[in-house]
């Protein structure tokens, strides 16, 4: 059966800052929903009362950390988005996982992606994944990626700074170049899997 691997951003859906009043006034006749969620933020505190529980003012600084962590709760930074799906998009999902293997692979974060995929797919859908690619974090010139579907990480270094979505790392068993494709708007990723790729006019 064949293999329908789909990209998140502009190709199903199109996600705008929630807090962006100008951009979403007037809009009639748009299929939205809405998702928020904690964003990680780094906690260089944190890192400094690690390094002192190794000097001799350990229990100040476990004070002081429970102190940071409350303060740290309170200025968490959350995500907020609006969703707006692709006209007709849950026809076209019902078809596509009666009739062949789908799977995600997105340059969001993991955690956008559970969110999302959460909003857009019948639960049994969401088990029948063969693949949910997210971005897991950046170093450099290279991405991470991590498969929560088959409990895979890898690194893909970026294309002219673009990330590119090389297929070969997720190829597997069930997934090869012979019987998959990838339905994206980048171009970077058309070039990078060149006969593999379906480009979808961006959203």
């Not at 997210?134 to 890898?154: I, Q």
């Amino acid at each position: 059966m064949l293999n329908l691997i789909f990209d998140l951003d502009n190709t199903l859906i199109e996600a705008v800052d929630a807090n962006d009043h100008n951009y979403i006034n007037n809009i009639k006749g748009a299929e939205f929903f809405h998702i928020m969620f904690p964003t990680k933020i780094e906690n260089t505190q944190r890192k400094k009362s690690k390094k002192s529980k190794k000097s001799k003012k350990s229990k100040k600084s476990k004070k002081s950390k429970k102190k940071q962590d409350k303060m740290q709760d309170k200025m968490q930074k959350k995500s907020n988005f609006i969703i707006f799906k692709r006209v007709n998009l849950n026809l076209f999902l019902r078809f596509c996982f009666k009739n062949f293997n789908v799977g995600f692979w997105t340059n969001g974060t993991v955690r956008y992606m559970n969110e999302i995929l959460k909003k857009i797919l019948l639960p049994e859908e969401l088990k029948k994944c063969i693949c949910l690619v997210g971005r897991n974090k950046e170093s450099g010139d290279l991405v991470h990626y991590k498969d929560v579907k088959n409990n895979k990480k890898f690194k893909i270094k970026t294309t002219n700074d673009h990330y590119s979505k090389k297929l070969e790392f997720i190829y597997n068993k069930k997934i090869n170049k012979n019987n998959t494709l990838l339905f994206d708007d980048g171009l970077y990723n058309k070039a990078v899997n060149c006969n593999n790729t379906v480009l979808i006019p961006t959203y």
